[in-house]
């Protein structure tokens, strides 16, 4: 079993920029490939960005490339999503989740995550 913890979200302007953390119980966190997630008012979840166990693989969404940085520490069981140049459209609640993998992929299918966390809140306001 993982427990998976977000936090960093909240308000900001268009342009700034926010860290958002999650924090995994187990003490098999680097067994586990990441991702964020985001599900805005009205739609249907969205995958962002997703990192292999090791951290040396990454997978971005095309709209947030260039912007957005997934970064893990497994020292430290947590997995960081670095936001910058936010925009109104990045508002949502994001997600982080688990996948079991030892392969080192990642994956952008909410179907190959185990484990999830229960959201933190971006609002980018304009």
């Known amino acids: 079993q993982v427990q998976l913890v977000e936090s960093g979200g909240g308000l900001v302007q268009a342009g700034g920029s926010l860290r958002l953390s999650c924090a995994a119980s187990g003490r098999t966190f680097s067994s586990y490939a990441m991702g964020w997630f985001r599900q805005a008012p009205g739609k249907e979840r969205e995958f962002v960005a997703a990192t292999s166990w090791s951290g040396g693989s990454t997978l971005y969404v095309d709209s947030v490339k260039g912007r957005f940085t997934i970064s893990r520490d497994n020292a430290k069981n947590t997995v960081y999503l670095q936001m910058n140049s936010l925009k109104p459209e990045d508002t949502a609640v994001y997600y982080c989740?688990?996948?079991?993998?030892?392969?080192?992929?990642?994956?952008?299918?909410?179907?190959?995550?185990?484990?999830w966390g229960q959201g933190t809140q971006v609002t980018v306001s304009s």
């Open positions: 989740a688990a996948a079991l993998d030892y392969s080192g992929s990642y994956y952008y299918v909410p179907s190959a995550y185990h484990y």
